[in-house]
């Protein structure tokens, strides 16, 4: 009898536990899903990147094998246009950014692109071959002025539409796996194995480095809209700091404690509200003052990862993801 009791104890426990997984990953769900699920996408390759002209719906997007996509009625439908590469689609165009009609397009192995006409023509900037790294990344600042970075954390400056580039810092950081700018210029960029990152502040000579503060490895970090620091980590770990310090974490976020996939990019639509995406169509979704984490539902079945989330205003968004995945922000419809 008492091993039939020790037994039945021992699937008691099971039981238990079961349940406390399940209910951990009983995250409420959204009330509608304000996401569209564009199907007329002329591509099955990653897209990575979008941006659009100082005309609203005008825009360009961005992904592997030379992938170069254009809008003109704001994101609902997309035409591919052909770039005259040598390199041919070998190219991964990996960001895109327009200050008004100028625009600028980075990618690897080491291109730079540059118009001045809202993309009718683009034309190529030849970079030194003792460039530190691939292009990584490129952000319009002005007339004639932009900033790029590196895979190894070179950042360079033009104000003279890419004919001369200002190195600003001393020293590269080493290969990451993500680099990315707050709107007043500092960046954060995590190594490539995820066990540490680093910061640079405009004025800094070199990258300032930080050991991670969790024992997981991250994934991806970025910059909330008030200046502060937000990280991912595996295991579908976020976490925020307090204040602007780059160290002053407050404690782990897990808003599906059982998921398995990862959280990989996140997205705010204004300073109260974000998204968090992430693989197998995982979408989430917090309102800081409610202090709620909900889970988009609707879009578990899209076949595909999410890997970034980006919002040109309040009611304009796009989430990108692999096998020509493009999900579009459509507020005032539930689009299914």
């Known amino acids: 009898m008492s091993r039939l009791l020790k037994l039945f104890k021992q699937i008691a426990l099971l039981v238990a536990i079961a349940l406390f997984t399940f209910g951990c990953s009983d995250v409420p769900s959204t009330e509608s899903n304000p996401w569209q699920v564009l199907s007329n996408i002329p591509t099955e390759e990653s897209l990575l990147d979008i941006g659009f002209t100082g005309n609203p719906d005008h825009g360009w997007m961005v992904g592997n094998k030379a992938t170069l996509l254009e809008t003109y009625d704001g994101g609902d439908t997309w035409e591919a246009k052909e770039l005259q590469l040598e390199e041919g689609d070998k190219v991964d165009l990996l960001s895109v950014s327009f200050y008004g009609e100028e625009g600028w397009i980075v990618g690897e192995p080491s291109i730079l692109l540059h118009t001045n006409d809202g993309g009718k023509d683009w034309s190529r900037i030849a970079l030194s071959k003792k460039l530190p790294g691939e ?42 796996r993500n680099i990315s700018r707050s709107e007043d210029g500092k960046y954060v960029a995590v190594s490539a194995r995820g066990n540490f990152y680093s910061t640079w502040t405009p004025g800094d000579k070199a990258w300032q480095p930080h050991e991670r503060n969790t024992s997981r490895r991250v994934q991806n970090m970025g910059f909330t809209p008030d200046g502060r620091v937000w990280l991912l980590a595996r295991g579908g770990q976020i976490q925020f700091t307090e204040s602007e310090d780059f160290e002053s974490w407050l404690e782990p976020e ?59 205003n309040p009611e304009k968004g796009f989430i990108l993801g692999d096998r020509g995945t493009v999900l579009k922000y459509k507020p005032s419809a539930d689009a299914a």
């Not at 990584?136 to 004639?144: K, M």
């Not at 309102?287 to 578990?300: F, H, L, T």
Request: glycine share 12%.
């Open 135 to 176: 292009p990584y990344s490129i952000t319009a600042l002005g007339e004639n002025t932009a900033e790029m970075t590196t895979d190894v954390g070179a950042i360079y400056k033009t104000t003279d539409g890419g004919k001369n580039w200002e190195a600003l810092v001393e020293e590269a950081v080493g290969v990451s």
């Open 254 to 312: 897990y808003p599906e404690f059982s998921a398995s996939w990862g959280l990989l990019d996140i997205g705010y639509r204004n300073e109260d509200e974000l998204w968090v995406a992430g693989g197998g169509g995982n979408l989430l979704c917090r309102s800081q003052s409610e202090g709620i984490w909900k889970k988009d539902r609707a879009v578990e079945e899209v076949p595909g990862n999410f890997y970034e989330v980006k919002f040109m």
